[in-house]
T-cell receptor, first 113, second 112 residues
Framework: AQSVTQPDIHITVSEGASLELRCNYS??????LFWYVQSPGQGLQLLLK??????LVQGIKGFEAEFKRSQSSFNLRKPSVHWSDAAEYFC???????????FGAGTRLAVHP | DVKVTQSSRYLVKRTGEKVFLECVQD?????MFWYRQDPGLGLRLIYF???????EKGDIPEGYSVSREKKERFSLILESASTNQTSMYLC???????????FGPGTRLLVL
């Protein structure tokens, strides 16, 4: 069955430090992979997506993610975190017909000054 | 610019009330989705629609229904609200043939 696992529920980093958020998926074919960010009280905003091609994907706000088929992973990275990056991050996989996606449980990021 | 709007940001209702949550998108997207978001559970799909008057159940449809009379509008209906339906409700849309979903700001519903 298709699924998405985000092993870290909460992560705290210091401002300026590097960040890696983990995402593992289970999917029967080549997946489409997404990272979304949700600021407090807001909807989800697309950070980046992978459909095919280069396995290192660049997104908005300085984020990047790397698709590793052998590890069934799509980890999100940022070299230097800003206080405004504090939010909840969701990984998603699809397609499941009619453009449906499966979302992970989310990772809440806190940033210390 | 992509725009998905939801009728209310916050809503307080009483147990047993009929509740309507409205979602409107201005991008002429074919697909629309309703999710509920609960801490530790991520987003769970309630219902989706792939065309006007067409709807399909998602993973947790019990206690909910939907209506899509016009392409731009997708309504979620709680026939008789219960306290366990207190949650954040998110609407999303996507164009046919594209998997990227665009989200509204969410409606936080409290059922007393």
């Amino acid at each position: 069955a298709q699924s998405v696992t985000q092993p870290d529920i909460h992560i705290t980093v210091s401002e300026g430090a590097s960040l890696e958020l983990r995402c593992n998926y289970s999917y029967g074919a080549t997946p489409y992979l997404f990272w979304y960010v949700q600021s407090p009280g807001q909807g989800l905003q697309l950070l980046l997506k992978y459909f095919s091609g280069d396995t290192l994907v660049q997104g908005i706000k300085g984020f990047e993610a790397e698709f590793k088929r052998s590890q069934s992973s799509f980890n999100l990275r940022k070299p230097s975190v800003h206080w405004s990056d504090a939010a909840e991050y969701f990984c998603a996989v699809g397609p499941l017909g009619y453009n449906k996606l499966i979302f992970g449980a989310g990772t809440r990021l806190a940033v210390h000054p | 610019d992509v725009k998905v709007t939801q009728s209310s940001r916050y809503l307080v209702k009483r147990t047993g009330e009929k509740v309507f949550l409205e979602c409107v998108q201005d991008m002429d997207h074919e697909n629309m989705f309703w999710y509920r978001q609960d801490p530790g559970l991520g987003l769970r799909l309630i219902y989706f629609s792939y065309d006007v008057k067409m709807k399909e159940k998602g993973d947790i449809p019990e206690g909910y229904s939907v209506s899509r009379e016009k392409k731009e509008r997708f309504s979620l209906i709680l026939e008789s609200a219960s306290t366990n339906q207190t949650s954040m409700y998110l609407c999303a849309s996507s164009p046919q043939g594209q998997e990227t979903q665009y989200f509204g700001p969410g409606t936080r519903l409290l059922v007393l």
